[in-house]
């Protein structure tokens, strides 16, 4: 940062604000991606778990974890229930995936307005 | 010249935030600041205060990350008691597979019941009527995800001081820079 002063370009209170912003929205953006992966791989747990009842051959029904304790369920309920799983977390993926989408577009903005002024002096990667 | 005067110039205490983060003062002028100073000790105020937002941080990242594994207990416990339900409207007995020891597992069967026992913490245990447990466990969820984001502004509150004491500290370093060279220069 030592060439911002020899360059001798001034931060200004609405530099300062526009870097603020960018570290909030770059917090957020981390957040989002981790969720995100969790999400995507709870996902992938749930449609596994179908294809398995699907080829469980299992005469009294399966067992299913009710909170730390396991009761046999039957095949139809167990997919109805990991059917509503699976809907209500692709439901709350896209909606993170949109707010990531609108997180990037905004860090995008931002960083060529803040590298647009500062140039080589401000460093905005992670 | 006090530190008190300093200090009043680096940070100031705000109004309606809870958790009493003091704010991060933009400098505007570095030159004027340093004018009855040396940039060294505004460097070192700032970087105490700094040091002081890290503390804060990581406060509040646990109690987010403790937040956040106390939610799904409470999600499981729901889940648990609408089972109950089911079971009750079934008036069927159900048999359950639990763990009685670490590696030994057991089976045990349960008769239709109207009421739960929910943990409540600090070595008690109390007994609800089904439909209670359930409303008792939505208020706790609620009231969860409401501290869950009230906890998040604060934090998106304390990263803006973060980041503007880094820039203040960057700053004022360089002026300080700038006029050791300029002494040796000149």
């Known amino acids: ?126 | 010249m006090g530190d008190a005067a300093l200090d009043q110039l680096i940070f100031k205490k705000t109004e309606g935030n809870k958790r009493g983060i003091p704010e991060a003062i933009f400098i505007e002028n570095v030159e004027e600041m340093c004018k009855e100073r040396e940039p060294t000790e505004v460097v070192g105020r700032l970087q105490d205060l700094h040091s002081k937002y890290q503390y804060m941080q990581s406060s509040l990242t646990a109690q987010r990350s403790s937040l956040k594994t106390k939610l799904p207990d409470i999600v499981s416990a729901l889940d648990v008691v609408q089972h109950l339900v089911e079971k009750k409207e079934e008036a069927a007995e159900s048999t359950y597979t639990y763990q009685l020891a670490e590696n030994i597992w057991s089976k045990a069967t349960a008769a239709p019941s109207d009421t739960v026992c929910l943990w409540l913490g600090a070595n008690c245990m109390l007994e609800y009527k089904l439909d209670e447990a359930i409303e008792l466990l939505r208020t706790n969820e609620s009231n969860a995800r409401t501290t869950l984001k009230s906890l998040e502004e604060d934090m998106a509150f304390l990263r803006d001081q973060i980041t503007t004491t880094e820039v203040n500290i960057a700053r004022t370093h360089n002026f300080g820079v700038k006029q050791r060279q300029a002494a040796k220069a000149g």
């Open chain 1, 1 to 126: 940062m030592t060439d911002v002063e020899q360059k001798d370009i001034e931060v200004a209170r609405e530099d300062q604000e526009r870097i603020n912003k960018f570290s909030r929205l770059n917090m957020r953006f981390d957040e989002l991606d981790e969720e995100i992966t969790t999400m995507k791989s709870e996902i992938q747990a749930f449609k596994d778990a179908v294809e398995e009842v699907e080829g469980c051959m299992e005469a009294d029904g399966i067992l299913m974890k009710i909170g730390e304790a396991y009761t046999s369920v039957d095949e139809d309920s167990v997919t109805e229930k990991l059917t509503r799983l699976i809907d209500d977390s692709e439901a709350s993926l896209s909606k993170k995936s949109d707010e990531i989408e609108h997180v990037k577009t905004e860090l995008d903005s931002l960083k060529k307005l803040l590298y647009g002024k500062f140039g080589t002096s401000i460093n905005l990667e992670k």
